[in-house]
């Protein structure tokens, strides 16, 4: 069965810290992979995508994440996390001629000063 | 890049009645994508749009429910029927652009 698994619901960092989001899929064919965010009331944002090429992907806001095939994984990471990281963040894998998404169940971000 | 416009992006709403929702986007796109996120949950996807087709409904969501349409290549709307305040979520509007997925604002219903 397809599906993105999002271990961690709620991560807590000081800000100037370094971050990671764990993400691993299960998805039948190749994938497309997502991050997105989603800030308090808000909609949601693409911050970096994965199709092919570069396992390393650079997005938005100095966010960077890596695909590892091997692991399922889809990793994303910053080094300096700003107070205006904090937000949702959500994965999502998605491939083929549907375009549909499936989506991992978020993790919350707190920065603390 | 497309920009997604959603309407109305918020609004209360009585027990048993409905709400159509609104997706307007800046630039033709062959598929449309409505996903639903209940409160303190994930993104679902309810259906998938094309014009001049039915749309295609996931499991779990019915088009009695959830009538959409899509009269064109930039439009589309989604109606939330006979409410109850399990419907009570944000509901956001889906397009493909190029080779990347985007989302609009949402819109947020509080049934009550």
């Known amino acids: 069965a397809q599906s993105v698994t999002q271990p961690d619901i709620h991560i807590t960092v000081s800000e100037g810290a370094s971050l990671e989001l764990r993400c691993n899929y299960s998805y039948g064919a190749t994938p497309y992979l997502f991050w997105y965010v989603q800030s308090p009331g808000q909609g949601l944002q693409l911050l970096l995508k994965y199709f092919s090429g570069d396992t390393l992907v650079q997005g938005i806001k100095g966010f960077e994440a890596e695909f590892k095939r091997s692991q399922s994984s889809f990793n994303l990471r910053k080094p300096s996390v700003h107070w205006s990281d904090a937000a949702e963040y959500f994965c999502a894998v998605g491939g083929g001629a549907t375009n549909k998404l499936i989506f991992g169940t978020g993790t919350l971000l707190a920065v603390q000063p | 890049s497309a920009v997604i416009s959603q309407k109305p992006s918020r609004d209360i709403c009585q027990r048993g009645t409905s709400l159509t929702i609104q997706c307007q986007v800046d630039s033709q796109v062959t598929m449309m994508f409505w996903y639903r996120q209940q409160p303190g949950q994930s993104l679902t996807l309810i259906a998938t749009?094309?014009?001049?087709?039915?749309?295609?409904?996931e499991s779990g969501f019915v088009i009695d429910k959830f009538p959409i349409s899509r009269p064109n290549l930039t439009f589309s709307t989604l109606t939330v029927s006979n409410m109850s305040p399990e419907d009570s979520s944000i509901y956001l509007c889906?397009?493909?652009?190029?080779?990347?997925?985007?989302f609009g604002e949402g819109s947020w219903l509080t049934v009550v």
């Open positions: 889906s397009v493909v652009g190029g080779n990347t997925i985007y």
């Open positions: 749009a094309n014009q001049g087709s039915e749309a295609t409904y």
